[in-house]
């Protein structure tokens, strides 16, 4: 069965500290993993996916299939960046997502 | 309008009501999504339509129908809800052609049941 993980609901930081949202995931198969961000009074929207290895506002996240994870990581933490983040899964190729429960990240000034 | 929008953005209704959840899509997708997501849950997969066919039922109770007449409309039909259907319904929308695309998400639907 495919299931996400975040252990953390909340996360609070000062501005400028590193961040670091946990993702961990169960899947039999090659899985493709997302970070998508929902920012206040916003619709969820795509954040980064692990197969375009990219930074998308300074966050970055590297799929670990040893320790089954897909940590969001960010070295300095915006007030801009304060929003709830979803961990989702699916596998290689397919369509269906499945989410983790969320972690809402607040940056403090 | 662009992008995936969803009408009305809030329902109220009863136990007995019948009513219908409007999904429309303005990006040329060839897939849609419902969703529902509820304080007490992760956000839960309901039903997947692939150029306008289900490829996926979440074990949905039978009382949502869902219903995708044309590859940019998509509606959720409802009837005999529970108090615990009350949930934030949102629809997405993707193309899907042998690879992992981006799902564009709407607003949501803000679903009571009385």
């Known amino acids: 069965a495919q299931r996400v993980t975040q252990p953390e609901k909340l996360l609070s930081v000062f501005k400028g500290a590193p961040v670091e949202l946990k993702c961990n995931y169960s899947y039999s198969g090659s899985p493709e993993l997302f970070w998508y961000v929902q920012y206040s009074r916003q619709r969820l929207q795509l954040l980064l996916r692990?197969?375009s290895r990219e930074s998308i506002k300074g966050f970055t996240a590297d799929l670990n299939k040893g320790e089954t994870s897909f940590h969001l990581k960010k070295p300095f933490a915006q007030e801009e960046d304060s929003a709830m983040y979803y961990c989702a899964l699916s596998g290689l190729g397919g369509n269906k997502l499945v989410f983790g429960a969320g972690t809402i990240l607040r940056v403090k000034s | 309008e662009t992008g995936v929008t969803q009408t009305p953005r809030h329902l109220v209704m009863g136990m007995t009501n019948k009513k219908s959840l409007k999904c429309e899509q303005h990006?040329?997708?060839?897939?849609m999504y419902w969703y529902k997501q509820s304080a007490k849950k992760p956000l839960e997969l309901m039903f997947v339509y692939n150029f306008k066919e289900q490829t996926e039922n979440n074990s949905v109770p039978s009382r949502f129908s869902p219903e995708c007449p044309n590859s940019s409309h998509l509606f959720l039909h409802l009837h005999t809800l529970q108090p615990e259907d009350s949930a934030l319904y949102l629809c997405?929308?993707?193309?899907?052609?042998?690879?992992?695309?981006?799902?564009?998400f709407g607003p949501g639907t803000r679903l009571t049941v009385t």
């Open positions: 692990h197969i």
């Open positions: 990006l040329g997708h060839n897939a």
């Open positions: 997405a929308s993707s193309q899907v052609a042998g690879g992992s695309y981006e799902q564009y």
